[in-house]
């Protein structure tokens, strides 16, 4: 491993050179604090060469440091088989024009994260697969040739591009964390219901006795604002399963499915009869990878998505199914709950699938979000299966990490949805903020009774940019002719095209789009482009109109 610890000692000089603590560097170089640890100690070695040069920049290293730590990193992935950690990679070469179940390309491929060694040829592999990472990088300018089998392929543009497709309002959703029937006051697309006293524990609480008073209200509520309503399953009653144990909620509402699967169907049937045609989807179970939530096998956990498909699909066949939400992505036992739930054809039961999408950390920009993500996707290909995706939450942890400040917040929420639609054509079709109802929450959207937060407004403005939008391409950084912390989707708008421009940190002067004619602001400000003028990008989106017949 002396290529390993040659490449830990480099970079253990960068960062002390820099008098940075591990906590500031992985703000800016967009990894975690503890990545960023092993990295310096030489326990593993980032996976691409963009986030290789994302910490060069953070450490303050200039052109030839950079360019001899690249050198070293490239040491280890030639010599040596060790373990990877996947990067955060803040534009995935995602070929939308292909179809979803053709093979991805490499540079959308992430490295196994088991801690296996791997083959030499598949590490050629993963070498192959920084040619985008390097191309929207500072490192193609450095000098001299690099010491590997060829120079990196550079590739220029957006990281998808399709013909334009509408933006559907329901991609803006938020999970209600009430049981009073109110629903938001701004704007939003789909809600979905639970911690809103709405488990199957709640609902049933003794064998064929229901109480529906709660739900009522709810679906009431999501019928006055015309919003799109999704139930989640889930919360075995006491009586169902006696000796299950119980999940991390007060009611008693048990960790696995029923002793009797009969009695699940029975449930899932009184329910769907009560509301056909009034919740449009059900999402089959909450959280099954973690056995807080569920703690039975994945055979039965298929065996429960099948029944409950059958008896949804045969009282309400409009109505959708959302097989149950995995979450903490990044985790080796996810990635084999979810492998396991798909060889066993459950996703075969279901209109689409749920994860759980969001930051390791709610101080995390959101675009790392797309690092599980590209995780998962490759996941998903293996399993051979590419089923729609819904973002239906966070961990269950969330309500322990202190408040994002009002600006921050703002920012995140807004980003939150934007890295939704810049992930689309990894399947991602819905994104449930969570969540609306809660003042206990890094970022708040609206307690009952109260008013919308800045947070909230901004969303809600980001939603009526995009009112019968259709978006057609996303990109990031060098590669689309902007500096390398800029982000960008392209928009075809009622009144012509537009883009939407935001940061991950910091902010950027940037060249105008041909034809640009405004920049819009999430506060209601704006003003006029003219010839030569920059536009500045910061954490905070903005939307540039261009001319139409233009182009963007």
């Given at each position: 491993?002396?290529?390993?610890a ?41 996976a ?14 200039d ?12 040491a ?7 373990p990877?950690?996947?990067a955060?990679?803040?534009a995935?070469?995602v ?11 490499v540079t ?12 030499r040829?598949t ?5 192959a ?6 191309a ?36 803006f959703?938020?999970?209600i ?19 809103s006293?709405?488990r ?8 064929g ?8 209200r ?10 799109d309503?999704?139930f ?40 769907v ?13 909450v ?31 409009k109505?959708?199914?959302v ?17 396991r ?5 459950g ?8 994860v ?30 590419h089923?729609?995706l ?16 009002q ?14 639609l ?38 809600e ?11 057609q ?10 500096p ?16 939407i ?14 034809g640009?004619?405004?920049?819009q602001?999430l ?9 030569g003028?920059?536009?500045?990008i ?15």
């Amino acid at each position: 491993m002396e290529t390993t610890a040659e490449f830990a000692r480099l970079l253990r000089e960068l960062k002390e050179r820099s008098g940075r603590s591990y906590e500031e560097l992985s703000r800016t170089a967009l990894t975690s604090r503890s990545t960023l640890h092993r990295y310096c100690a030489g326990k593993t070695v980032p996976a691409d060469a963009e986030t290789l040069s994302r910490i060069a920049r953070a450490c303050g290293a200039d052109r030839r440091e950079t360019h001899r730590l690249l050198e070293a990193w490239m040491a280890v992935h030639q010599d040596e088989p060790v373990p990877q950690t996947p990067a955060p990679p803040p534009a995935p070469d995602v070929r939308a024009e292909e179809p979803r179940s053709a093979p991805p390309p490499v540079t959308a491929i992430p490295p196994a994260t088991n801690g296996t060694p791997t083959t030499r040829g598949t590490r050629l592999v993963k070498f192959a697969a920084v040619a985008l990472a390097v191309a929207i990088t500072a490192v193609s300018s450095l000098p001299g040739p690099l010491r590997a089998s060829g120079a990196p392929q550079r590739i220029h543009g957006p990281s998808w591009s399709v013909h334009p497709r509408p933006v559907d309002p329901s991609m803006f959703g938020v999970t209600i964390n009430s049981d009073t029937g109110e629903m938001p006051s701004f704007r939003v697309g789909s809600v979905r219901f639970w911690d809103s006293g709405t488990r199957w524990s709640n609902l049933e609480p003794q064998r064929g006795r229901y109480d529906w008073a709660t739900l009522d209200r709810l679906v009431a509520g999501a019928e006055r604002g015309a919003l799109d309503p999704m139930f989640v399953l889930g919360g075995t009653p006491a009586w169902a399963a006696p000796n299950a144990p119980r999940m991390p909620y007060p009611d008693g509402a048990r960790a696995a499915g029923p002793d009797d699967l009969g009695d699940w169907e029975g449930f899932v049937r009184a329910l769907v009869r009560r509301y056909k045609g009034r919740l449009s989807a059900y999402e089959v179970w909450v959280n099954g990878s973690d056995r807080r939530f569920f703690n039975g096998t994945t055979e039965r956990l298929v065996e429960m998505t099948k029944r409950a498909s059958r008896v949804i699909r045969d009282v309400d066949p409009k109505a959708r199914v959302v097989c149950p939400s995995m979450g903490a992505l990044w985790r080796p036992e996810t990635a084999k709950a979810l492998r396991r739930f798909a060889d066993l054809g459950g996703y075969d039961f279901c209109d689409a699938a749920s994860v759980k999408l969001h930051q390791r950390r709610p101080a995390d920009p959101p675009e790392t979000m797309l690092e599980p993500l590209l995780g998962l996707d490759a996941t998903m290909h293996k399993a051979g299966v590419h089923p729609d995706l819904w973002s239906t939450g966070t961990t269950h942890e969330l309500p322990l990490y202190a408040p994002l400040d009002q600006d921050r917040a703002a920012n995140y929420a807004v980003r939150f949805y934007l890295t939704g639609l810049y992930a689309t054509t990894l399947g991602i079709k819905r994104m449930y903020f969570y969540n609306w109802g809660s003042t206990r929450l890094p970022i708040v959207l609206q307690g009952v009774g109260g008013t919308p937060t800045g947070a909230a407004l901004a969303v809600e403005r980001l939603q009526r940019w995009l009112t019968r939008a259709k978006i057609q391409a996303c990109g990031h950084g060098v590669a689309m002719g902007l500096p390398a912390n800029v982000w960008q989707c392209e928009f075809a708008l009622p009144g012509g095209p537009a883009v939407i421009r935001w940061t991950h940190t910091g902010t950027a002067d940037t060249v105008p789009p041909p034809g640009a004619e405004t920049v819009q602001r999430l506060d209601g400000g704006g003003s006029a482009v003219q010839r030569g003028d920059s536009v500045r990008i910061t954490e905070r989106p903005a939307l540039i109109t261009i001319a139409p017949h233009t182009g963007s």
